[in-house]
Nanobody
Framework: QVQLEESGGGLMQTGGSLRLSCAARRRVITAYTMAWFRQAPAKGREFVAAITPSGGSTYYTGPMKGRVTISADNAKNAVYLQMSSLKPEDTAVYYC?????????????????WGQGTQVTVSW
């Protein structure tokens, strides 16, 4: 099964930009739908974006739509989330996830593998 590891989180100021990375091991990402979710304190896990690295299809929804771009580097077996115009309400743990299927779905229960998450904190 694939193993996922996120990196790139940190403390940012409002309006800043940040790129998160998700490195995959043991399996190639082209076999999966890859997604980013986030979870703020006392809230459920929220879908941010997804991509099918094999075909390049992407999907965005939610409050970050228009401010994020998901991409994949198949040679590096990694997925990225470029975030811009960050707001304090974007503060959350951001998770990389993989689904054993090439359909893009938005429910967290549809994804089979998860990383440990990376904290993003946006201050005023």
């Amino acid at each position: 099964q694939v193993q996922l590891e996120e990196s790139g989180g940190g403390l940012m100021q409002t309006g800043g930009s940040l790129r998160l990375s998700c490195a995959a091991r043991r399996r190639v990402i082209t076999a999966y739908t890859m997604a980013w979710f986030r979870q703020a304190p006392a809230k459920g896990r929220e879908f941010v974006a997804a991509i099918t690295p094999s075909g390049g299809s992407t999907y965005y929804t939610g409050p970050m739509k228009g401010r994020v771009t998901i991409s994949a580097d198949n040679a590096k077996n990694a997925v990225y989330l470029q975030m811009s115009s960050l707001k304090p309400e974007d503060t959350a743990v951001y998770y990389c996830a993989a689904r054993d299927d090439l359909r893009i779905l938005t429910g967290s229960n549809e994804y089979d593998y998860w990383g440990q998450g990376t904290q993003v904190t946006v201050s005023w």
